[in-house]
């Protein structure tokens, strides 16, 4: 009961208080902009993945009879689909690449990275929606929160309260019951807005599970919150006067939000540098060489081919051996290419263990990463396009290098497949992966969120019992 | 009585714990600020001299091949020294400030393979290898400290120096001689922000022996950069003259840091976007593939035209693949194609640019970090830049080689010989600078003045 009056005289105040009220309502405003802003964004998008996809299909059903290895080499583009909740998180989106180019003896990193072209400045935030609540609500919530007993403690009220016999956890679940509800009126409109975005955002790819997403989402947004707001009950309870917790509450967001992140990436690089460019480029080429180079290899692949048709020399095959060849090669590659790629994934997983570990000193990395990965938006999302190109290239490879095996005859490189047969190589539509398949990768991070919750609970509780008993001893 | 006044500062400077902290805080990050940036620098150089010599050594050989070819030492074949082969690589070479300012470097491309292999989308070698996530986090480099970082030390610094005098009692005290507040406020406010200022640039004079650049450029680096510290001593001593409460104080200087390093830009960059969105690049894309398409359709109709053109040229070597000279045709096309594409991606940066030079004076961090930027020529003209002036080197080597492919001929080596190294001229880097200095200047001037006005008023 007393905790109840003890939570609506604060909401009360914080109601009152002009600043906070001229602030919450800037911060929702600008939540308007960032949410207009990434639903446009990610609507366009897609509309350039359609178009791309559609004159990507036009030019190849209208390259007209061509050799199917020449057609191999000029192949076809796999556009990354986008999912809705992009709008609301857009992650990784600016800085993967949007597009694969699926061409023979060559497995292409996705290129086409929005930042480029976009001009956004690199040192300062691009708006989203995740940014604001990541970011801008800790602030409106310290705003909001300084004062609850630095405040009270500041106007004797605090010792008049404990003076009547209510118990200092009695004042602490007043307070806490203050925060949440004061954290429901602020999620409520951004998080109503955030739904209306992401549920206008056109987008053609449907993405698995959005329902359990956007609950998530709303979980891990509330628990970073939470934690935010028993931090500055805590630094409140601690400080003498509203301007040290003010100031101490300022520096916490300053350091947990701003610095870490970008000291956490610099860190990572350090910890795992990243290999170079050129080298990994070198890498691929020499793979993509290296069946052509070797002649054991092409000796092998000439001894596979005799064998399975039961056939003493190549001149008595009964399909174009050149073709053969081309396969042979190919999947040769694949499981070299599969292992460089698999190195570099294992450096970024490596750096972002580093991030992980980090998130532990600042939730917001936590929440960073939680955040993407539930929108989608993450490099674990974007592997798995990556992935799934890849496999469609392995496919469509190999039915153009059957076409050649199975039709060229004596014709060789000569050979030009019927236009038709461009029809039947698929269009890469790409699918986005449901949550369930990355659901282990973002245990730690849930983990951190928790134990950060819990710290800060513990922290606020203890602080609240120590800020009693010195009001008592007062 | 300043003289005093400032000794008695630097007492109670090194007593506080507080102060100590926030030196050691500005002394480490603005060094590892400068050694990440220097990191980076020497990554960025290795792999660009790899990607060098790689091209290098295989020109040579080429080289080689065609002076034993003319000189009769060796035998002419369908597949050696052919003009298809000649390349050369274009590397963005960083400024000699880049290690301060990392800026769009770590996202654009930097190393190009000119050659008639190639188009202007080809150029471009494969270099989208970087973990999405630690890319969108940004780099921790000097512009970043001094921009971010800096103010925030400034205003731990500075928020209470009325306060904690008026409340201690000291105010009193030291106004009782022959000094006004002001000048009180003046001098603290001045010994502690000029030593923590003065130690930021001792550790840019530390960033500057690693770089050998003009006179002139490390000028208007530390000149932006202490117009940036005036900017923010003047906003901090404007605030601090006009308030007693060191709540309010240090409300309003958090709030002016918020909007002016955070909201502001966000939004700027934001509605620039919005108003001049940058063509698609996968529409790009497109209009690249319709042209590679039609020429692979049509190389003999082309072959024949282009012979038709150059009548003076008579064919070479039958034995050299065809698809030489249709992948050479297939490139022409493609930059005719994509021409008009090109030149609205230019258009849409120029008007992204142009709307970022007008709304940068909203914000002195955004104008700061712009200048800092272009003098580091980390920023994104400069990239447009290099990319603009490959494409030329690309279509002049390809004017040289083109009818020699087309004629399955071959160049000479006196023609060879005459492909200069690529070395394009840097953006001119300091109009952009000395504005921005002087409007910071002139916005300080300003709160100067305005804090005087609000001074009279309450203190």
Request: charged fraction near 20%.
């Amino acid at each position: 009961m007393i905790a109840r009056q003890i939570a609506g005289k604060d909401l009360q105040l914080v109601f009152r208080n002009r600043r906070v009220m001229a602030v919450f309502v800037a911060v929702v405003l600008v939540m308007l902009g960032a949410v207009l802003i990434g639903a446009e964004r990610t609507a366009s998008f897609d509309r350039e993945r359609g178009s791309a996809l559609a004159a990507d299909r036009e030019v190849w059903l209208g390259q007209g009879a061509r050799n199917p290895h020449s057609a191999a080499h000029f192949s076809r583009y796999a556009f990354k689909p986008l999912p809705a909740l992009a709008s609301f998180d857009p992650g990784t989106v600016d800085y993967a690449g949007l597009a694969v180019w699926m061409e023979a003896h060559r497995r292409n990193p996705a290129t086409f990275r929005y930042a480029e072209s976009a001009g956004a400045s690199s040192t300062f935030e691009s708006l989203s929606p995740a940014w604001v609540l990541q970011a801008l609500v800790p602030l409106l919530i310290a705003l909001a929160l300084f004062p609850s007993y630095a405040g009270e403690r500041e106007d004797g009220t605090l010792r008049q309260l404990l003076g009547t016999g209510v118990t200092a956890g009695a004042v602490f679940a007043g307070k806490l019951l203050a925060a949440l509800r004061l954290l429901l009126l602020i999620l409520l409109p951004l998080v109503a807005l955030s739904v209306l975005a992401v549920m206008a955002t056109d987008v053609d790819t449907h993405q698995p599970d959005p329902l359990l997403r956007t609950l998530c989402l709303v979980a891990v947004y509330g628990l970073y919150l939470l934690s935010f707001c028993l931090v500055a009950i805590g630094v409140s309870a601690l400080s003498p006067h509203r301007r040290s917790a003010a100031i101490a509450l300022f520096a916490f967001w300053f350091v947990f939000v701003v610095l870490v992140p970008r000291l956490a990436g610099d860190l990572a690089l350090a910890r795992t540098p990243q290999p170079d460019a050129t080298e990994i480029a070198n890498s691929l080429g020499e793979i993509g060489m290296a069946f052509w180079d070797s002649e054991e290899l092409r000796e092998s692949a000439r001894q596979r081919a005799m064998d399975e048709y039961g056939v003493a020399t190549v001149e008595d095959l009964p399909i174009d051996y050149a073709a053969y060849e081309l396969q042979f090669s190919e999947e040769y590659a694949d499981p070299l290419y599969a292992k460089v790629y698999r190195e570099l994934n294992g450096v970024h997983a490596a750096q972002e263990r580093t991030l992980s570990t980090l998130s532990i000193i600042s939730p917001t990395l936590a929440v960073a990463r939680l955040s993407a990965g539930l929108a989608g938006t993450d490099r674990a999302h974007h592997l798995a396009f990556t992935e799934e190109a890849e496999l469609h290239r392995q496919e469509i490879i190999k039915q153009m290098n059957d076409d050649m095996m199975l039709n060229a005859g004596d014709a060789g490189y000569s050979y030009q497949s019927d236009p038709a047969f461009w029809e039947e190589i698929a269009d890469f539509h790409g699918s986005l992966p449901p949550l369930s398949r990355f659901a282990g990768r973002y245990l730690w991070d849930v983990i951190a969120l928790l134990a950060w919750l819990g710290a800060a609970f513990l922290f606020a509780r203890t602080a609240v019992a120590r800020a009693g008993d010195m009001e008592r001893v007062r | 009585m300043t003289t005093i006044l400032m000794k008695l500062e630097w007492l109670r400077l090194r007593r506080s714990l507080a102060s100590r902290l926030v030196f050691a805080v500005a002394l480490l990050s603005s060094l590892y600020a400068v050694w990440s940036g220097l990191h980076w620098k020497q990554a960025y150089l290795a792999g660009q001299a790899l990607h060098e010599t790689q091209i290098e050594e295989r020109m040579q050989g080429w080289r080689t091949a065609l002076a034993d070819i003319e000189s009769g030492k060796a035998e002419s074949t369908p597949y050696d020294a052919r003009p298809m082969d000649v390349r050369q690589a274009a590397s963005h070479e960083p400024g000699e400030l880049t290690h301060l300012a990392i800026g769009y470097r770590d996202i654009m491309p930097s190393r190009l393979t000119l050659g008639a292999w190639r188009n202007e989308i080809s150029m471009v070698e494969r270099y989208e290898f970087d973990n999405p996530l630690i890319l969108s986090l940004g780099r921790f480099d000097f512009a970043f400290f001094l921009i971010v970082v800096l103010p925030v030390l400034m205003i731990a610094l500075s928020f209470d120096v009325v306060a904690s005098d008026l409340t201690s009692g000291r105010a009193r005290l030291v106004l009782s001689n022959a000094v006004s507040l002001r000048q009180v406020i003046y001098a603290r406010l001045l010994l502690r922000n000029g030593l923590l200022c003065g130690l930021v640039l001792l550790v840019l004079l530390v960033g500057f022996l690693f770089a050998e650049a003009a006179a002139s450029e490390y000028l208007l680096w530390t000149g932006v950069c202490m117009s940036y510290m005036v900017f923010w001593f003047a906003l901090i001593f404007c605030l601090v003259a006009a308030s007693r409460q060191a709540e309010a104080v240090a409300a309003r200087l958090l709030a002016c840091w918020l909007v002016l390093i955070f909201a502001i830009p966000a939004v700027v960059d934001s509605a620039v976007q919005a108003l001049n969105p940058p063509p698609s690049k996968l529409a790009h894309l497109s209009v690249a593939r319709i042209a590679e398409a039609e020429a692979a359709r049509q190389t003999a109709a082309l072959t024949e035209g282009f012979l038709a053109d150059h009548p003076d040229l008579s064919v070479g070597d039958e034995e050299v693949p065809g698809y030489y000279r249709g992948t050479f045709l297939a490139n022409e096309r493609v930059r005719e194609y994509t021409a008009p594409t090109v030149a609205d991606f230019r258009a849409a940066a120029e008007a992204r640019e142009a709307g970022l030079s007008a709304l940068q004076y909203l914000s002195p961090a955004l104008l700061a970090q712009r200048a800092l930027y272009r003098l580091a020529q980390a920023d994104a003209a400069a990239s447009r830049h290099f990319l603009d002036s490959a494409g030329t080197r690309l279509a002049e080597i390809s004017e040289l080689v083109g009818p020699a492919v087309i004629s399955r001929n071959r160049i000479s080596l006196q023609e060879y010989d005459q492909i200069t190294p690529f070395d394009p001229e840097t953006l001119p880097v300091g109009a952009g600078a000395v504005t921005g200095m002087a409007y910071l200047l002139a916005l300080s001037l300003l709160l100067a003045l305005a804090s005087l006005r609000a001074g009279r008023n309450s203190i």
